[in-house]
């Protein structure tokens, strides 16, 4: 959020070109937004706290999506969802990145053999962005994502395999960018830089309670045959259950899944 607002800093002579610019970003970012909250939507003081623009902008420019159709509005709540034609570019794109559609069955047998939560990411941009959810039948479920739900890369157990498996150098342009101070529970940088060093070693990001001190999360990244991260498997669930000799059965099943889904990633001859 706060690169966007940065760009005023750019010289007056390019003022058209970035205010326009500008524009732009913000509508993508609002839609992002929208996009990444809970199913009652989100209301035009939320656009104005979380986004950062005045009430006059950001209520022009949820009429402008509402009336193209990538927002709908709740007349009782007053909140804004993804509308129809938000919908309709999700269909497009699956189609042609539809990796949720290939992992489907990975997700859902992790869940299953773990009993516990299981997670799909990939990264957009700096951030990591959960596609898929699955749960297993232990009791006690960790929810703390939801499909759609956006975080800084590094935090959390998907997002950090996400990040500590680049290029150096993919790391290094992150890391300039993340903001610790943007929320009261993220990691410091050096944290994360420790974060990094730690799964790098050992082959697995670990999660050790960050988010919720009585939450773990394990994460393995999931490779192309160029060796490029395209995507992140986790697993969450309660301490006792990610400790000891079970957490490395849980690293392995999502190592074995991180393997099977590469293979079915490949393109075929």
């Not at 058209?16 to 035009?44: E, H, M, N, T, W």
């Not at 941009?125 to 960790?142: L, N, Y």
């Not at 101070?181 to 050992?202: Q, V």
């Not at 960050?210 to 160029?226: A, N, S, T, Y």
């Amino acid at each position: 959020m706060k690169a966007a607002k940065s760009s005023a800093s750019v010289a007056p002579r390019h003022a058209d070109a970035v205010g326009g610019a500008q524009s732009i970003f913000r509508v993508l970012r609002i839609l992002k937004y929208v996009g990444a909250a809970p199913a009652r939507g989100v209301g035009l003081t939320d656009v104005v706290r979380d986004i950062g623009l005045t009430p006059p902008t950001a209520h022009r420019m949820l009429a402008a999506l509402l009336q193209e159709g990538f927002l709908s509005l709740n007349p009782k709540l007053k909140t804004y969802s993804l509308g129809r034609e938000s919908y309709i570019l999700g269909l497009a794109a699956e189609s042609r990145h539809g990796i949720k559609a290939i992992a489907e069955s990975a997700v859902l047998r992790l869940a299953q053999s773990t009993g516990d939560t299981s997670f799909l990411s990939v990264r957009s941009g700096h951030e990591a962005v959960c596609v898929d959810r699955q749960t297993g039948d232990f009791p006690i479920k960790i929810l703390t994502l939801e499909v759609g739900h956006r975080r800084p890369l590094g935090v959390g157990a998907g997002s950090l395999a996400l990040l500590a498996f680049l290029p150096n150098d993919d790391i290094e342009r992150v890391l300039a960018r993340y903001d610790a101070s943007a929320a009261p529970d993220l990691p410091s940088t050096d944290l994360l830089r420790a974060d990094i060093a730690a799964a790098r070693k050992n082959g697995y990001a670990l999660n050790p309670g960050r988010i919720i001190p009585d939450m773990l999360g394990v994460g393995v990244p999931v490779f192309d045959r160029e060796q490029h991260v395209v995507a992140a498997l986790s697993v969450a669930a309660i301490r006792s259950r990610l400790s000891g000799a079970r957490l490395q059965e849980v690293v392995a099943a999502l190592q074995r899944a991180a393997a099977e889904l590469a293979a079915d990633l490949a393109p075929r001859p």
